[in-house]
């Protein structure tokens, strides 16, 4: 990943020994190119209209934009004004088209701006709209009649149809150290059945595709063939990559991937539809979606990504220092924002050292969804696979990594111990994920302090090979973090579970939550002692310091809440519903200090019963529905419970949960749990564990 520098990038495409020259070149009244009013062409108004042209920002005078006078304003008017600042002078006017070419008058010149595909054949214009024969380019050379090689810095604007056809950015990173090519592509259709159709060799800084507004654009690659790099895709990139705009990109990976990039992939806004046979879109160092910058709300931005056989979004590298020791940031996915849709064979989001969501709307199927009920064949497809019971008691697991978000976390070379990274952090953002594997599982640790999460899966929930988070500690709130699990093996597990604030609602056929070494082979990670070769009992320790939580465990021997070692209580509200509500290690104590937990042992076959939970104060806290039967009750904090309960006004929450959670209101009739809490495997030294 390189640094940038916006101002680099403008003076790049003006000569250094011009620029002097032009920085203020005086504008006479019936000039155009002024865009920021100043009366003076500078190098601010080439800026100003380039952030235009990317939807970046406005001009501050548009009519001084269409700087050729067409009517319209586009990468024609921007390559103009770029010239007159670099002659100093002003260019002739379209209607002057028969002007001889000279350096006050470089209307028609031999630099291209536009390029048309069509079969067997490609057109090339100037800046004016002239046709530029193809010996006398000075930026573009063509091939075989229809692959167009762009070797120096600019914009180009790109459209027509081919089906054999080639676009390539070769430019020498030695002659340009800080070059950028833009490509605008405004209704491209362009198929090449041997070949990457869009191939970036080389470019210093980064490619740039502008997905033009109102227009459709679609890229086929063949379904079998290497490029020149040893690799393929639809969409394939050396060097950094982004993309823009407000129009439709399609993207066909028929061979295998649809977009890649061997650095950087940014995905700032656009329409970006991406069909694959394997993975869906690939960065090395990262992907990133949304950008940080933006303050638009991400309206103008959405992803669809559907994979055959591969995952959906991936960020592969683990390099993690530089050759002087100096530590790198790559191996991540961070998404900010924007509507994404991904329907995956394999892992729906991929990092291989992080994955950061902070924003957005997330939607992720993998493989056949949380529907998958089939016995696994005892192979091993993917990282993560793992067949027969699968290391963890589920007995009905993929033998693929088919899991909605993963950050995969660095291993030795054996591949047997984990070294570092592999964390998944959530801020904010709606993620709704249906997987036949675990919805979100990391190698590293697992931090949830936003978000709205609805998950169904066949395997776990929530699954972190070491430390799982949510909230954030002494907050004292129940909406920052919101999940509902609609079916689960296990809700959440981890080495060492912090649950801190917000609501979590949870159906699973075994444990709610468990802290038992959470890497149990559904995520092939490694806690000694349990590694990927192998299975044992595992200490852990539960936390549970805020927030509400409602779990509901299936009939038989499964837990509420368990822990391979001690269970710590100080704050929060807690409803524990399985064979064994609270279930500590074996020698290790359930200590409460604060809180208020429920316990029944009525399985969660009828979750029709609504409890309210009141403060020491009588107001209500939640009202929510779980099963009946049996409840009793422990409070270190005056707090009060009811069932049968109706509530009026308040905040609902977890909107997708059937089961209606709601904070505050008014609560009327119901009767009050006065019974004691049923501990089950609460007794130091009683039975405790996974429960297999």
């Known amino acids: 990943m390189k640094k940038k520098n916006s101002m680099k990038r403008h003076a790049s495409v003006i000569a250094a020994s011009a620029m002097a020259a032009v920085l203020a070149v005086p504008v006479f009244a019936a000039v155009s190119g002024d865009v920021n009013g100043s009366n003076s062409l500078e190098i601010a108004d080439a800026v100003m209209h380039t952030k235009y042209l990317t939807t970046q920002g406005e001009l501050t005078v548009p009519a001084a934009g269409d700087y050729n006078a067409d009517g319209v304003i586009n990468a024609v008017d921007l390559t103009l004004l770029k010239r007159a600042l670099l002659t100093g002078s002003q260019s002739a006017q379209p209607d002057d088209p028969d002007q001889p070419e000279t350096p006050e008058n470089p209307v028609s010149d031999n630099v291209v701006a536009a390029v048309t595909f069509a079969d067997g054949s490609v057109t090339l214009a100037n800046a004016a709209g002239s046709t530029v024969a193809a010996d006398k380019a000075e930026n573009v050379t063509v091939t075989n009649n229809t692959v167009v090689t762009i070797t120096q810095p600019g914009e180009i604007d790109v459209d027509g149809t081919c089906t054999n056809g080639q676009l390539c950015v070769d430019v020498d990173k030695t002659a340009y150290p800080e070059g950028q090519v833009t490509l605008n592509l405004r209704g491209l259709t362009l198929t090449n059945p041997g070949d990457s159709p869009i191939y970036v060799a080389s470019i210093a800084e980064e490619c740039v595709i502008t997905v033009k507004k109102d227009t459709v654009n679609t890229i086929t690659d063949g379904s079998e063939y290497t490029n020149a790099d040893g690799d393929s895709g639809a969409i394939y990139s050396c060097d950094d990559l982004k993309f823009k705009g407000k129009g439709t990109l399609i993207v066909n990976g028929k061979c295998a991937d649809g977009i890649v990039s061997k650095d950087d992939i940014k995905i700032w806004n656009g329409d970006i539809q991406v069909n694959a046979a394997d993975d869906g879109i690939r960065g090395k160092d990262s992907v990133r979606i949304g950008d940080p910058d933006a303050t638009d709300n991400y309206e103008a931005l959405k992803l669809t990504v559907k994979t055959e056989k591969g ?98 976390g660095i291993y030795d070379e054996a591949g047997t111990t984990w070294q ?101 082979g559904s995520g092939g990670g490694n806690n000694t002692p349990w590694g990927r070769g192998g299975m044992s009992s595992s200490y852990g320790e539960l936390w549970l310091r805020g927030g509400l939580v409602v779990v509901n465990s299936a009939n038989g021997d499964h837990d509420g809440l368990d822990s391979n070692g001690p269970i710590n209580i100080s704050g929060g509200y807690y409803l524990c519903n399985g064979q064994e509500p609270l279930d500590g290690g074996d020698g290790y104590s359930i200590t409460q200090t604060g809180g208020t937990y429920i316990t029944m042992t009525a399985g969660n076959t009828n979750l029709g019963t609504t409890y309210t939970i009141k403060d020491s104060s009588g107001k209500a806290v939640a009202t929510f529905k779980s099963a009946g039967g049996n409840a ?57 564990g996974r429960g297999w």
């Open 311 to 408: 995952d959906g979004i991936k960020s592969t590298s683990t390099t993690t220092a530089k050759s002087d020791g100096t530590a790198v940031n790559q191996g991540f996915v961070r998404i900010n924002g924007g509507t994404i849709n991904i329907t995956s064979y394999l892992d729906g989001i991929q990092g291989e050292q992080s994955v950061e969501i902070n924003g957005g709307d997330i939607t992720i199927k993998t493989y056949e969804g949380s529907s998958f009920g089939g016995t696994s064949t005892g192979g091993q497809g993917g990282w993560g696979g793992f067949g027969g019971m699968g290391m963890d008691g589920n007995a009905s697991k993929t033998d693929v990594s088919a899991k909605g978000i993963k950050a995969v």
């Open 420 to 520: 570092s990274a592999g964390d998944i952090t959530v801020t904010g953002g709606h993620i709704t994920v249906d997987s036949s594997d675990d919805a979100l599982h990391c190698g590293g640790s697992m931090t949830l302090t936003g978000g709205v999460f609805n998950i169904a899966t066949a395997d776990d929930a929530f699954n972190a090979d070491h430390n799982l988070t949510i909230g954030t500690e002494n907050a004292g709130t129940y909406d920052d973090v919101q999940i509902y699990v609609s079916k689960a093996y296990e809700g959440i597990e981890g080495v060492n579970i912090y649950q801190n604030s917000g609501t979590v609602y949870i159906v699973s056929t075994d444990d709610g939550y468990n802290a038992a070494g959470g890497a149990d």
């Open 632 to 688: 009793g009750i422990s409070s270190k904090d005056n707090s009060t419970a009811y069932s049968g309960t109706t509530v009026s006004g308040g905040t609902e929450i977890l909107a997708d949960c059937p089961y209606g959670v709601t904070l505050g209101g008014t609560v009327s009739g119901g009767t009050q749990i006065t019974g004691s809490a049923s501990s089950g495997g609460m007794q130091p030294g009683g039975p405790g």
